[in-house]
């Protein structure tokens, strides 16, 4: 991965995007694409657009989701502890001792999540061991206030937060951090779409790069963008589990491994045509393949965009990845750039005036 790309997603992951609240990641993803792009705009609910030849057909849209999971203040109690809601699904055993950012009226506030002592859990001195964690029980945040009147002066019920932790680079181009969930699906769609600026002359397509809001509760933003653009083609760009460490399942959940190049979705929101013709472009540029089931759902963007209007033919394409939904989400930087190959290699296969159906 080149030097500026690679500063472009280090640039996105540090911008918070808790759901609901993208506002900094769609900014700064919308400012980077502006050079490459004929028309950047955002809508009523933060969804970020970027369009390439807006003049051409068909239109392909390229979708990432910007919101990272998160976590929501829903009450303070009188000793002026925060008590938090999941923003999107963290597992509560993986909470405590963590720290996090919470964003206030005021701006960013520090925070920690509580964390029960060995010793305090210990039955022979008289604890209870904490067998589950659980929201509304044990996941609480400190911020240092003294009582409620203090923490109310700086926080309020309904403010997010997120777990206050960065990209860390490990070996082998593997790259370490929250919010890579999903982080790397906007920056592919708009690298695939850079990528298509750059060989303009040989684009027939208009090109739709879309940074998605509220995926992680229910693809909503997917829905909003893909209504207003009403494209005839979609590729979604998203993280799926790499079945490669330990205690993980690959009769459940599949055999995906990082490292091992993009992971297609096949089943009944990917469209089979579009399916075949990234197979076939994928054999082209020698890009290695890896595949998954989605029988029922892909539990995606793409879930929400190939329902949309009268359907949209759409496919999914995602990045294996290590730990999600935690804040070392890990991931291989080379199979992302293929990502963004395949992407751009997309585009600028389509025809002029092409559409996707399936014959019966």
Same mark, same amino acid.
């Given at each position: 991965m080149d030097k500026d790309a690679k500063q472009f997603l280090l640039d996105l992951i540090e911008r918070p995007a808790p759901t609901g609240f993208e506002g900094p990641a769609v900014k700064a993803w919308c400012d980077y694409l502006k050079p490459y792009a004929d028309e950047v705009f955002t809508d009523s609910y933060g969804n970020g657009f970027a369009v390439l030849n807006p003049d051409g057909d068909p239109t392909a849209l390229l979708t990432g989701h910007a919101d990272e999971i998160g976590l929501m203040v829903t009450y303070i109690d009188d000793e002026g502890f925060l008590w938090v809601a999941s923003l999107g699904g963290y597992d509560a055993k993986i909470l405590p001792s963590m720290r996090v950012k919470i964003f206030t009226k005021d701006g960013p506030l520090a925070g920690v999540i509580g964390a029960q002592p060995p010793h305090l859990q210990h039955p022979a001195t008289g604890g209870t061991e904490i067998a589950r964690y659980k929201f509304g029980e044990h996941i609480y945040v400190d911020i240092g206030a003294r009582n409620k009147k203090e923490a109310e002066q700086h926080v309020r019920v309904g403010d997010p937060m997120i777990l206050d932790y960065g990209p860390l680079e490990l070996q082998n181009e593997l790259l370490a951090s929250r919010g890579l969930d999903n982080k790397i699906g906007i920056w592919a769609a708009a690298e695939g779409l850079r990528r298509c600026a750059a060989k303009r002359d040989k684009l027939k397509a208009k090109v739709v790069a879309l940074a998605t809001v509220q995926e992680e509760i229910g693809g909503h933003g997917a829905r909003m963008g893909s209504f207003r653009i009403d494209p005839h083609v979609a590729l979604a760009v998203d993280v799926t589990q790499s079945v490669d460490h330990p205690h993980s399942d690959k009769k459940k959940w599949g055999e995906h491994k990082i490292g091992q190049g993009p992971v297609l979705a096949h089943g009944s929101a990917c469209h089979p045509v579009v399916v075949e013709r990234l197979t076939r472009l994928a054999r082209r540029l020698r890009i290695n393949l890896q595949h998954e089931a989605a029988p029922g759902w892909t539990g995606t963007d793409g879930d929400s965009i190939f329902r949309?209007?009268?359907?949209?033919?759409?496919? $999914?394409?995602? =990045?294996?990845?290590?730990?999600?939904?935690?804040?070392?989400?890990?991931?291989? =930087?080379?199979?992302?750039?293929?990502?963004?190959?395949? =992407?751009?290699?997309?585009?600028?296969?389509?025809?002029?005036?092409?559409?996707?159906? $399936?014959? $019966?």
């Amino acid at each position: 991965m080149d030097k500026d790309a690679k500063q472009f997603l280090l640039d996105l992951i540090e911008r918070p995007a808790p759901t609901g609240f993208e506002g900094p990641a769609v900014k700064a993803w919308c400012d980077y694409l502006k050079p490459y792009a004929d028309e950047v705009f955002t809508d009523s609910y933060g969804n970020g657009f970027a369009v390439l030849n807006p003049d051409g057909d068909p239109t392909a849209l390229l979708t990432g989701h910007a919101d990272e999971i998160g976590l929501m203040v829903t009450y303070i109690d009188d000793e002026g502890f925060l008590w938090v809601a999941s923003l999107g699904g963290y597992d509560a055993k993986i909470l405590p001792s963590m720290r996090v950012k919470i964003f206030t009226k005021d701006g960013p506030l520090a925070g920690v999540i509580g964390a029960q002592p060995p010793h305090l859990q210990h039955p022979a001195t008289g604890g209870t061991e904490i067998a589950r964690y659980k929201f509304g029980e044990h996941i609480y945040v400190d911020i240092g206030a003294r009582n409620k009147k203090e923490a109310e002066q700086h926080v309020r019920v309904g403010d997010p937060m997120i777990l206050d932790y960065g990209p860390l680079e490990l070996q082998n181009e593997l790259l370490a951090s929250r919010g890579l969930d999903n982080k790397i699906g906007i920056w592919a769609a708009a690298e695939g779409l850079r990528r298509c600026a750059a060989k303009r002359d040989k684009l027939k397509a208009k090109v739709v790069a879309l940074a998605t809001v509220q995926e992680e509760i229910g693809g909503h933003g997917a829905r909003m963008g893909s209504f207003r653009i009403d494209p005839h083609v979609a590729l979604a760009v998203d993280v799926t589990q790499s079945v490669d460490h330990p205690h993980s399942d690959k009769k459940k959940w599949g055999e995906h491994k990082i490292g091992q190049g993009p992971v297609l979705a096949h089943g009944s929101a990917c469209h089979p045509v579009v399916v075949e013709r990234l197979t076939r472009l994928a054999r082209r540029l020698r890009i290695n393949l890896q595949h998954e089931a989605a029988p029922g759902w892909t539990g995606t963007d793409g879930d929400s965009i190939f329902r949309t209007r009268a359907g949209i033919p759409t496919a $999914v394409v995602s =990045l294996a990845q290590r730990y999600m939904h935690s804040p070392v989400e890990t991931v291989d =930087l080379k199979d992302l750039e293929k990502i963004a190959r395949l =992407l751009s290699a997309f585009c600028l296969d389509l025809r002029k005036g092409e559409r996707f159906t $399936v014959h $019966v």
